[in-house]
């Protein structure tokens, strides 16, 4: 048995090396041609990939990163949420009133009142970048919303060049690069927000803030335009 399982397996490998050697001699150029398509083909192949990755890596949307903090913890959380995520962003603000260790290090005047209720932004550790918001007096959690209402009214102002703008808090972790990649294909001139739907406390639900929810441009547009013509028609809940 084994000896007629060498005998025809010997026969298959001298059949198959001779139809190769017969295929090399007669039709050589035959083979030339078939490998110079091959190699145009890769090339186009080649190209096409390079056009499609480019393409998509340009329309990649703008995001800005909104994310609450507070001067009890930004020491602690904004480097941590800055080295994880915050820093794919293509910019983006801590949001807290200007706490008092930093206040000496940017005022040459050594004033307590020059950064008081005003729209100042500020640097810690270079990197850290931060607004306190106008008008902003209390920073608590009773106070979080109008602490949102006021970081809507000055993003509108001073950054209203982005296509989508991320509202995170700091104890939250962000896939950035899935959140643009969902965003890529969404229209940010249509008044849209994307977020998951709280209704608990207000009838017909908002957004949850801890989770982060997404605003476009033209949201944003929107409600940072009436927030800056009149303040008064957003009570604060202490939901936003």
């Given at each position: 048995?084994?000896?007629?399982?060498?005998?025809?397996?010997?026969?298959?490998?001298?059949?198959?090396?001779?139809?190769?050697?017969?295929?090399?001699?007669?039709g050589d150029n035959k083979l030339a041609r078939i490998n110079e398509i091959a190699f145009i083909s890769e090339k186009i192949l080649l190209k096409k990939i390079i056009e499609t990755t480019t393409n998509t890596y340009k329309k990649l949307p703008k995001l800005f990163c909104i994310i609450l903090t507070s001067d009890k913890s930004y020491k602690k959380k904004?480097?941590?949420?800055?080295?994880?995520?915050?820093?794919?962003?293509?910019?983006?603000?801590?949001?807290?009133?200007?706490?008092?260790?930093?206040?000496?290090?940017?005022?040459?005047?050594?004033?307590?009142?020059?950064?008081?209720?005003?729209?100042i932004e500020f640097n810690y550790d270079e990197k850290l970048k931060f607004l306190q918001p106008a008008d902003l007096i209390h920073d608590s959690?009773?106070?979080?919303?109008?602490?949102?209402?006021?970081?809507?009214?000055?993003?509108?102002?001073r950054h209203n060049n982005f296509d989508w703008y991320l509202k995170a808090d700091d104890d939250t972790?962000?896939?950035?690069?899935?959140?643009?990649?969902?965003?890529?294909?969404?229209?940010?001139?249509?008044?849209?927000?994307?977020?998951?739907?709280?209704?608990?406390?207000?009838?017909?639900?908002?957004?949850?803030?801890?989770a982060g929810y997404v605003l476009s441009k033209e949201s944003l547009n929107r409600i940072g335009s009436k927030l800056s013509n009149d303040f008064k028609f957003c009570p604060n809940s202490g939901n936003f």
């Open positions: 048995m084994n000896k007629y399982l060498r005998f025809f397996l010997s026969l298959f490998l001298f059949v198959i090396f001779s139809t190769l050697i017969s295929y090399h001699v007669i904004a480097k941590i949420i800055y080295e994880s995520w915050a820093n794919k962003c293509d910019d983006y603000r801590f949001i807290t009133m200007v706490p008092n260790d930093i206040k000496s290090k940017i005022n040459n005047n050594n004033s307590t009142n020059e950064y008081k209720n005003k729209s959690y009773e106070e979080l919303t109008s602490k949102v209402y006021h970081t809507l009214k000055d993003v509108y102002k972790f962000i896939f950035v690069d899935n959140l643009k990649s969902f965003l890529n294909e969404k229209n940010s001139s249509m008044p849209i927000t994307y977020g998951y739907n709280f209704k608990v406390i207000v009838p017909n639900g908002y957004h949850s803030g801890g």
